[in-house]
Each structure stands twice: as C-alpha cells, then as structure tokens.
C-alpha cells in the first residue's frame, strides 16, 4: 500500500509570499494518478490538480503541480487570503485512494 | 453542474449500522462510467477512502473496512449509499460522497459533507 508523507505539517506566510509543498510517496507512483485538494474549514475538500500538474477548472494559476517518481510539489506563488487552508495530496492506484495528512498553511 | 447531497442520522448508537444516502444532481449516476465514492474525515484528521460504486454495481472497499462496509447504487432514485455496520466511536467522522473524473481518478465533485457521531 502506497503511504503519503506531506511536509511541512504547518507553513506559516504572508500573503504575497510564495509557497512550496511537498508529497513524498513510499514507492514509485504514476504522475497520472496523485492530485491535490484545498480544504477550508467547514467545507470539503477541493479538487487543485490532477495528474500531478494538470489545473482543475477554475482554478488560478498561481497554483502548480510538478514532480515524478516519489517526490511531488504543489507551489502557490504569490500567497492570496483565501490561499490559507489545509492541502492534501492524493492518490489513486491498486484501485483505491489514499491522502496524505496534510499541510496546514496559515498567515505569518 | 453536477451536485451531490449527504443525508442521514447524524447519530447513531455504538454497534448499530450507519446508513447514509447521496443524492445527485445535474448528473446521472448511470452516465459517464464514474465512480461514485464515501470519503469519511473524523474531526482533526486527513479525509479517508471508505470504497466506490459503479452504475453497473461493481464495487471496490478500502481493505480496513471491508468487512463492514456496503455501498449501493439506486439508478432510479439517482442515488447510492452507504452502509456501515458495527459502528464504535472510532466511526465518529464527517462523512462525503464524491465523483471521480470519468477517464481520470481525481475526485472532482463532493458533497457538503455529514457529521455523523457515534455515542450511545
């Protein structure tokens, strides 16, 4: 079973700044098939980017996905207030999902 | 715009069976080859896959769970559900209902999400 680690657990910044996030699997996993999700408090999660670094619709781009093998980033440039949420990574395979913990990502 | 809709009792007793229904809209649950699945979150903590359906019945459970768990699919009603059984407050969680991509995996559509809580 594919185990995600994100770090760091909690990224305090300023609006303006930028963001990196990270997801590291516990084996190889298709870029096809790890995705990342905004989460808000009192909401559900939100479907960011698939396919390792394909936008959703609607999403800014200020959001990108990268990465390959184990290790994957979602990155925020330039910080917006609603930016301020939890992330999770995702992944599908061996027909089933798995999520990372999460990254809380709060004001500086 | 597909939308989907939790219901249920949001408590249930220890050892009983949790029972809730997603309700779609702007969508059909037999269009498409999606897979319709529960998702559960207790609170604090990252989202958890419970298991999917497809329209044509088939069905696949996170292995934890499997035993006590029954997701169902009612094609007429454009509905399916969730069955849990043997509940503990373990189970305690905000529980959705989602919809993958079609031709991709991602969870692209959720519901608002059902506290239920497990005490007696």
């Known amino acids: 079973e594919v185990v995600l680690t994100q770090s760091p657990g909690t990224l305090s910044l300023s609006p303006g700044e930028g963001a990196t996030l990270s997801c590291r699997a516990s084996q190889t996993i298709s870029i096809s098939y790890l995705a990342w999700y905004q989460q808000k408090p009192g909401q559900a999660p939100r479907l960011l980017i698939y396919g390792a670094s394909g936008r959703a619709t609607g999403i800014p781009d200020r959001f990108s996905g990268s990465g390959s093998g184990t290790d994957f980033t979602l990155t925020i440039s330039r910080l917006e207030p609603e930016d301020f949420a939890v992330y999770y990574c995702?992944?599908?395979?061996?027909?089933?999902?798995?999520f990372g913990q999460g990254t809380k990502l709060e004001i500086k | 715009q597909v939308q989907l809709q939790e219901s249920g009792p949001g408590l249930v007793k220890p050892s009983e069976t949790l029972a809730l229904t997603c309700t779609v809209s702007?969508?059909?649950?037999?269009?498409?080859?999606?897979?319709w699945s529960w998702i559960r979150q207790p609170p604090g903590e990252g989202p958890e896959w419970i298991g999917y359906i497809h329209h044509s019945g088939g069905t696949n459970y996170k292995p934890s769970l499997k035993s006590r768990v029954t997701i169902s699919i009612d094609t007429s009603k454009n509905q399916f559900s969730l069955r849990l059984t043997s509940v503990t407050a373990a189970d305690t969680a905000i529980y959705y209902c989602a919809r993958d991509g079609g031709f991709s995996p991602q969870l692209e559509y959720w519901g608002q999400g059902a506290l239920v809580t497990v005490s007696s």
């Open positions: 702007g969508g059909s649950v037999s269009g498409g080859g999606h897979y």
């Open positions: 995702q992944y599908y395979g061996s027909s089933r999902y798995t």
